[in-house]
Structure formats: C-alpha cells, structure tokens
C-alpha cells in the first residue's frame, strides 16, 4: 500500500504503531501552511492514526482533524503547568490509548521538552516503565537529544 500525504515534521513513534509525536500538523506561526497542513492530516489518515492529542494552549487545526475523522483532545500543558494540568495531559493520552485500535498523536508546535517530558512521564503514568531514569532513556532515544531538566520535571517519581 503506498501511503498518500506528506509525514509530519519531526515525525516519531514512541511506541511502535500505537503512539507518536510530531511538530504541530502543518507547521507553527508564520510558517504554518495550509496544504502542508492538508497533506499531513491525509498522511495521519492514511497511516491510520485515529486521535490528535494537542498540548497547545488552542484550537489550532481542531476543525481540519474532525473534518478529517480524527479524535481531537485538547490538553495544554508546558513546562511551568500545575500538576493538575501535567496529569490532565497524562489521562487524555491514556483515554485515547485505551480506545480499541487506537494509533494517537501528541503534539505541540515542536518536538520540545515539554512534549518530551510528557511523553516520558506518560510511559511512567501508564505503567509501560517503571523508573523514571528508563523513560527518559527512552525518549531521549525516541527525540534523537537529552531532555533538560524542565522535561525531566515533568515526569512522575515511582517509588
């Protein structure tokens, strides 16, 4: 089957075929572009994502991914966000994930540390990995650099 669409900017599953991470669908600000945003969602499709989790502190794109068929979940959330708002973020993933077939999204403008501590803290929340020294490993393998420590604040202590 060859695949329509264009992939996503800075691409990136986190757990193979299930999870992924990529910059905001059609870029961000004054680099955003429309049939790029377009072609991406075609590609999400295409590849069988179902839900778009958005840690944007809008609604950017929302009405495209319905149009589109895809679950929208809005939990914003960055690296100074109050605990409610980082375990908002860690059930939205969660609840998306738990959907039978699920393929899910996460994304922010970029791949930043807010969307790499959270996806770290994620695979710690969800009990996929039980140190928090092993998600970070993990994601800083999925992100191809080292979290800083805002990201690392992010992620839940076990034990």
């Known amino acids: 089957m060859m695949t329509t669409g264009l992939q996503p900017r800075d691409f990136a599953w986190v757990i193979g075929?299930?999870?992924?991470?990529?910059?905001?669908i059609g870029g961000q600000g004054f680099q955003h572009r429309r049939v790029r945003r377009q072609e991406e969602i075609a590609w999400?499709?295409?590849?069988?994502f179902t839900t778009v989790v958005?840690?944007?502190?809008?609604?950017?794109?929302v009405n495209s991914y319905e149009a589109a068929g895809l679950d929208v979940c809005l939990a914003p959330v960055d690296l100074e966000?109050?605990?409610a708002a980082i375990e908002h973020a860690f059930s939205t993933i969660h609840e998306a994930?738990?959907?039978?077939g699920a393929r899910v999204l996460v994304h922010r403008d970029f791949v930043d540390d807010t969307v790499a501590?959270?996806?770290?803290?994620?695979?710690v929340y969800s009990g996929l990995v039980d140190d928090e020294r092993l998600a970070?490993?993990?994601?800083?393998s999925v992100i191809g650099r080292p979290l800083g420590p805002g990201a690392r604040a992010l992620i839940p202590s076990v034990g």
Do not use: C, F
């Not at 999400?44 to 069988?48: A, F, Q």
């Not at 501590?117 to 695979?123: K, P």
């Open 17 to 24: 075929n299930r999870l992924a991470t990529s910059a905001r």
């Open 136 to 140: 970070t490993m993990a994601i800083q």
């Open 54 to 61: 958005s840690l944007l502190p809008g609604t950017q794109n």
């Open 81 to 83: 966000s109050e605990p």
């Open 97 to 100: 994930m738990s959907k039978p």
């Open 117 to 123: 501590g959270i996806l770290a803290g994620y695979v």
């Open 44 to 48: 999400l499709v295409d590849e069988g």
